[in-house]
C-alpha cells in the first residue's frame, strides 16, 4: 500500500461503523458465528465495519477467533 | 447504529452447567475455579503468543501477562455471570474476557518503555506514517501541507491531541486509553470525527472527491 492509498483508507469512514463499545458487547457472538461459518458480516454490517476499520478491535476478535477455532480442534 | 441480537432460548447443557457450578458454593465452585482458569490462562497464552512478534516482550514477561490476564479475567467474569445470556457458548463468552485483558496489559506495557512521547509534535515523520515515498516528495508535499493544515484549522484541541499521539507518533490506542484515563470507545470515536473533519477539508480544497484523489 502507497502513502496515498494508506491515506486514502485512513480518511475513509464508513456511517455504519458501531464504535467500539457495541463491536465489544457483541464480540463473543461475532466471533462464534463466524468460526461456524455464518455470513456474519451480512447479520451484523455496522460490527464488520468497525473491526475493519479499528485495529485494536480487530486484533481481538482474531484473538477470540483464534481461541474458538482452537477449542473447536 | 445499533445491531439486533437474535433471541436466544437459553444457554445450551454445558454453558448451564459452567453457570451452575460457578454460581454454586463449595468444593465443586472451587474446582470448577480451578477448570475455568486453567482454561483461561491456556486461551492467554496462545494470545500473547499470538502478539508476541509484535511487542517489545520477552519470554518471561509474556507469561507474566498471561498469568496476570487469566486471573483478573477470572474476577471480572465471576463478578458478571449474571450478564451472560446464552447468546454464544459460555466459554466464548468468558475468553472474550481473557482476550481484553491481554489488550489492556499490553497497552499498560507499552508506557514502560515508550518509543517517543505520546504528545511530541515532530510533523516531519507524517509522510513517512502514511508510506510516501520521500523520492516522490514533490507529487505529495502540498497534500501533505494541506493535510497537516486541515489538522490545525479543523481539529478541536481534543481530536488534534489524539491524532497526533495515534497517527503522528504512533502510540497504540489501548496504550492512549492509558494515558487519557480514556476508554477504547471514546478515543475512537474522537479519531473518526477527526478523519471525518479532515476528509472534508481535503475535499473542500480539491485534494480529494467522492472516487478518491484528484492528482
Same mark, same amino acid.
Given at each position: 500500500m502507497n502513502g496515498w492509498s494508506a491515506l486514502e483508507r485512513f480518511l475513509r469512514t464508513d456511517?455504519?461503523?458501531?464504535?467500539c463499545a457495541e463491536a465489544m458487547e457483541l464480540l463473543h457472538i461475532y466471533a462464534e458465528l463466524a468460526a461456524a461459518g455464518a455470513p456474519v458480516e451480512e447479520r451484523y454490517p455496522g460490527v464488520a465495519a468497525h473491526l475493519r476499520a479499528c485495529g485494536p478491535c480487530g486484533e481481538d476478535f482474531e484473538g477470540l477467533l483464534a481461541a474458538v477455532r482452537g477449542e473447536a480442534h | 447504529m445499533t445491531e439486533q441480537i437474535a433471541a436466544v432460548a437459553g444457554p445450551d447443557v454445558d454453558s448451564a452447567e459452567w453457570l451452575r457450578v460457578l454460581a454454586g458454593t463449595g468444593p465443586q465452585r472451587e474446582e470448577g475455579l480451578a477448570r475455568l482458569h486453567a482454561l483461561l490462562l491456556r486461551i492467554a497464552r496462545a494470545e500473547v503468543a499470538r502478539r508476541g512478534p509484535r511487542l517489545r516482550l520477552t519470554g518471561p514477561e509474556l507469561d507474566d501477562l498471561a498469568y496476570q490476564a487469566a486471573a483478573d479475567a477470572l474476577i471480572a467474569i465471576t463478578s458478571k455471570? @449474571?450478564?451472560? *445470556? @446464552?447468546?454464544? *457458548?459460555f466459554t466464548t463468552w468468558a475468553y472474550k474476557f481473557v482476550i481484553f485483558e491481554v489488550s489492556t496489559k499490553i497497552g499498560r506495557h507499552f508506557? *514502560?518503555?515508550?518509543?517517543?512521547?505520546?504528545?511530541?509534535?515532530?510533523?516531519? *515523520?507524517l509522510p513517512d506514517r502514511f508510506g510516501f515515498d520521500p523520492a516522490r516528495e514533490a507529487e505529495w508535499r502540498d497534500l501533505v501541507v494541506a493535510l497537516r493544515r486541515a489538522v490545525d484549522e479543523e481539529l478541536t484541541t481534543r481530536q488534534r491531541r489524539v491524532f497526533v499521539a495515534?497517527?503522528?507518533? @504512533?502510540?497504540p490506542l489501548d496504550a492512549l486509553v492509558i494515558e487519557l484515563a480514556s476508554n477504547r470507545n471514546a478515543i475512537y470515536k474522537t479519531l473518526f470525527d477527526a478523519r471525518r473533519k479532515l476528509r472534508a477539508a481535503l475535499a473542500a480544497n480539491g485534494y480529494i472527491g467522492d472516487d478518491g484523489w484528484r492528482r
Open positions: 456511517p455504519s461503523d458501531v464504535g | 455471570l @449474571g450478564q451472560f *445470556r @446464552g447468546e454464544s *457458548r508506557w *514502560r518503555h515508550p518509543s517517543v512521547p505520546f504528545d511530541a509534535e515532530d510533523w516531519e *515523520r495515534l497517527v503522528l507518533n @504512533g502510540v
